[in-house]
């Protein structure tokens, strides 16, 4: 009779917990995508190679990412013949092909091509992800080489409002750069996990952890501030955004925020939107603000002490509006306190969880 090898429980038990991104021979911890990677490969969207790598680095060809696409929209796959004249029924990603262009979520070319070998681009990525999720398109950011004029202009802009991208320090986002698989990743698991949106907050950044509730004191009440993704509302894509809920009624608020080398900006969905702060941050420097009615706001002080029942900040940067009241911005937290022109607290954070 055939005898098996024993295989010890806690050696069985090592092995189910090791995913094969941690298998992969070529995808250290301290990689910049290690993270999006293993995200991906747990929800069954990446696989590795048959010689334990899974190449993070390696450029993503248009088929690949309609591969990738498909498997996280549940496509079946099946291999069948396609409106591409370049696209087989033979070709293993005949079938994830067909149905994203069935789908609406990618397109050709003009002579009927799809290019399945062809490197997929930072813009094209950009218009893919626009078309296939709920993702709000509010404020984008400029880069230097992306104008009106071009196709992923608003997909662009687009993934900025969405916190899917941040661009580079230089402030270009390089469109027509070809897309490894680490950044598809990375792209990809910031439409789908606010965790890996706060990857692309800048430096010193005022905008909040999106994995964070913050509640606020107020006059009324508490009202609590989530990040969490809003549905499709009357055909228009709201996707991610902070959620307001208050403790007085039942009414929510959608907000909506967007930081720039230049500003942090805030507002309603669909809406115009207000400046917050203004970058880089100097005592003195104004700017104007309001919706509808124009006013001035001024930093009027920076490295300020403000008491709040959360905790007592120390690195609080004042804002003074002309009428006389003021709200104090801390790094990581937004506004923590607002006063109004007698110097009564309006809000100020209570909790942060």
Known sequence: MKKFPMISAAALALTL???????ATDLPASHGFYDEMTYLVNKGVISGYEDGTIKPDKIVTRA??????GKLKNFKGTQTSTNFKDVSKSQKASGYIAEAAKAGY???YPDGTFKPY?????????????????????????????????KSYNAIATMVSGNITAG????????????????LAAFMSRVLEPKFKNDTHMANSYLRDKTKIYSYSTKQ???????????????????FMWVTRTDWNSATTLLV???TKDALIYGLPYSEAETEIVYPIQ?????????GERYTSTITGVNKTVNTPYKKFTNAVEITIESGEKYYMVEGYGSVKSLDAKGETVSELSSVK
């Open 118 to 150: 062809a490197p997929i681009t930072r813009g094209d990525m950009s218009i893919i992800l626009d078309l296939t999720f709920n993702i709000f398109n509010g404020v984008g950011a400029s880069f230097s080489d992306v104008s009106p004029n071009m």
């Open 168 to 183: 580079y320090s230089d402030n270009t986002f390089r469109p027509n750069q070809a897309i490894t698989r680490g950044q």
């Open 17 to 23: 917990l090791v995913s094969p991104a941690q298998a």
């Open 106 to 108: 990618i397109s050709g």
């Open 257 to 259: 925020e967007n930081e």
């Open 64 to 69: 690949e990412a309609a591969i990738m696409i």
């Open 283 to 291: 005592v003195g420097k104004t700017f104007e603000n309001g919706l």
């Open 221 to 239: 009440g508490t009202a609590t501030l989530k990040f969490e993704e809003v549905p499709v509302i009357e055909g228009n894509d709201f996707g």
